[in-house]
């Protein structure tokens, strides 16, 4: 089961990222990532993750997911490897009380339950986007002390702000 959901969130990650307009670009794609598998559990992987084709900004048709904006396609597509391991933190940014954190789409919920219920005494509680943490830090916090709390959950953390 592990390979099969490997497979499955290699795949998205494969239609989220690049313009695939047929099952053969698929099946080379996922080649290319270590997976190999026949045209049929090809196209049983497609109907079971729902995707359809839809006409992009180039004109051609390609696969896209049902929920596009869980997986929004990316102009600078990173290896499906470095995503698979990526927290899919990017940034963070603090005013006054309030902290906004960027992550890669899809990402933001996960993360934000993570902090939720990591019980971090200098956060009071955090709202998600797709993309975006909206997040209140306690009153008399430092920026700093924030970030060393945050990085019990999101190890990139410390990176974004050296």
Known sequence: MKVKNSRLETLKMLISSQELS???QLLQALHKEGFQITQATLSR????LKVAKAASSSGKYAYVLPNDTLYKRVSHPS???????????????FSGNMVVIKTRPGYASSIAYNIDNSDIPQILGT???????????????AEEEVINALAEVIPDIHKDNK
């Open 22 to 24: 047929s099952q053969e």
């Open 45 to 48: 992987d497609l109907k079971l």
């Open 79 to 93: 290896s499906v490897a470095k995503m698979m391991v990526s927290t899919g933190f990017q940034s963070v940014h």
């Open 127 to 141: 709202i998600a986007g797709d993309d975006t943490i909206f997040l209140v830090k306690k009153k008399g916090t």
